[in-house]
């Protein structure tokens, strides 16, 4: 029993931290570049320490390249002017170079190898974070359209709301005209009360007239004048 709380508890939590990621899955992508282009800032400066790191120790090699040849030249000379005493000096001095510039020359291989890996990875980085920026401008314009499009459902309701609207329009446009009603119950009203046929019988000559008709006012206005 625990066991099964437990598990719809973790599956409560995992549903409303999928929530607030869709929520605020825009935010939370802004921040996740700007982390990763935080990262690549550091990343320069460490490449660009380990550029400057390269070619510090390999100034210092080639400079220790030039003072071998330098004494190895010089101890030639005096090997071969019989002079063993320097000879032997100088033998022994080029071999303390030599140990020293294989130690300069492995440090300067490790250095450009870091570097080379250091450069690649920045470069890879540069790449993905463009890539992301660029994502960023369609993500942003979605959810400017999903926020839209949110704001009009809201704003017009479902559409059992719209149906029901629509169908009271329909009902409005298709009630009868009540002057119209008015008129015909008036009909009905006179033929029930056998007005009607009363009016048609002196309309035509049988018995004075019932209605004064617009006609007969202008035939008597004709005859005053």
């Known amino acids: 029993m625990l066991s099964l709380i437990g598990t719809l508890l973790d599956g409560a939590s995992a549903r409303a931290e999928d929530g ?7 935010d939370l992508l802004a921040q996740r570049i700007r982390d990763a282009e935080a990262g690549l800032a550091a990343a320069k ?37 019989g002079n063993s005493g320097l000879a032997e000096s100088g033998a022994a001095a080029i071999a303390e170079l030599e140990n020293e510039r ?8 490790s250095l450009g190898e870091k570097t080379l890996r250091m450069r690649v ?6 790449r993905r974070i463009i890539d992301l920026n660029q994502g960023m401008i369609s993500a942003r314009a979605i959810d ?25 329009l329909a009902r409005i446009k298709g009630a009868s005209d009540p002057f119209e009603e008015a008129g015909i119950l008036d009909e ?15 309309d035509a000559g049988h018995g004075p007239a019932v209605k004064v008709r617009a006609r007969d006012v202008l035939e008597r ?5």
């Open 188 to 202: 009905i009203d006179g033929e029930l009360r056998h007005d009607a046929i009363r009016d048609r019988l002196a």
């Open 221 to 225: 206005l004709k005859t005053i004048n």
């Open 45 to 81: 400066q460490t490449l660009a320490s380990l550029i400057v790191r390269q070619r510090a120790e390999q100034a210092g090699l080639e400079h220790l390249d030039r003072r071998h040849a330098d004494l190895e030249t010089r101890t030639i000379s005096a090997l071969a002017a």
């Open 121 to 126: 990875s920045v470069e890879r980085a540069h």
């Open 20 to 26: 607030l990621k869709d929520r605020f899955a825009i």
């Open 144 to 168: 400017a359209e999903r926020k839209a499009q949110s704001r009009l459902f809201r704003s017009i309701g479902h559409s059992a709301s719209l149906s029901d609207a629509e169908g009271l």
């Open 102 to 109: 294989e130690v300069r020359r492995a440090k300067v291989q």
